[in-house]
């Protein structure tokens, strides 16, 4: 990769974050000594960053040139090891919001039977699909207490993001999914009733929530994907 697509891959990335929310071009400003002005005309195109400038906003936004990579070239190392699969183990953020998981993103490995993927199928729109496909995340007490007994605090839950059908995954039973509500993640089983998404937890004594579907809205786009696997 050449410093011209490096510096485009960059103005993606801080593009990105911008419409997820977690970044804004003034907070960038405070993080670089950088003029507003300065930047806005990067993230439009309208003027190149020096070497200096791109390192200063790569140490400020903590990532490394490795992140820049094509995602091709981040990731088939850690899909396949010689003892068989290897999951990346992310934060929540992570696992909502990223297609393509950075190496200075993974928190952990996960490592499973070599044949233990392979039988997994999948349902997902093209979009998704264009995601890395499993990833793992701890299940913190909060979000584990209302599935509990299936998840227990600290709990691996494994997500496939290539699922993210409201199809029943085995006929007669309820998909377990990692859901986006609001800012955050969430697993419950899922269900569409009139323009909602109805999240119930496996527990009863919790509470059942919805999440209003906005008009143009997709109720599969917040289906982060089905638990594949949990590990208590």
Not at 217 to 223: F, G, R, W
Request: charged share 20%; aromatic share 6%.
């Amino acid at each position: 990769m050449n410093f011209t697509q490096m510096h485009e891959r960059l103005r993606m990335e801080l593009l990105r974050r911008i419409q997820r929310g977690t970044l804004s071009v003034s907070l960038l400003a405070r993080q670089t000594g950088f003029g507003q002005a300065h930047l806005s005309n990067f993230l439009n195109r309208r003027r190149r960053l020096s070497l200096e400038a791109m390192d200063r906003i790569l140490a400020a936004q903590r990532l490394t040139a490795t992140d820049l990579l094509p995602p091709v070239q981040q990731s088939d190392h850690r899909l396949e090891s010689e003892d068989g699969s290897v999951v990346p183990l992310v934060s929540h953020a992570v696992a909502l919001y990223e297609p393509m998981i950075r190496p200075t993103a993974i928190q952990g490995l996960l490592h499973l039977p070599a044949t233990s993927l392979q039988s997994v199928h999948a349902r997902a729109s093209s979009v998704r699909l264009r995601w890395e496909r499993f990833v793992a995340i701890r299940v913190p007490s909060t979000d584990a207490l209302p599935m509990d007994p299936l998840v227990l605090p600290e709990a691996i839950a494994l997500i496939d993001r290539h699922y993210n059908s409201m199809l029943p995954y085995r006929p007669h039973r309820q998909n377990l999914y990692a859901v986006r509500r609001g800012a955050q993640l969430t697993l419950r089983y899922v269900e569409f009733l009139s323009n909602r998404l109805v999240l119930r937890p496996h527990n009863n004594g919790f509470p059942v929530h919805l999440i209003e579907v906005d008009p143009g809205e997709s109720p599969n786009e917040l289906l982060v994907g089905r638990i594949a696997l949990i590990l208590n």
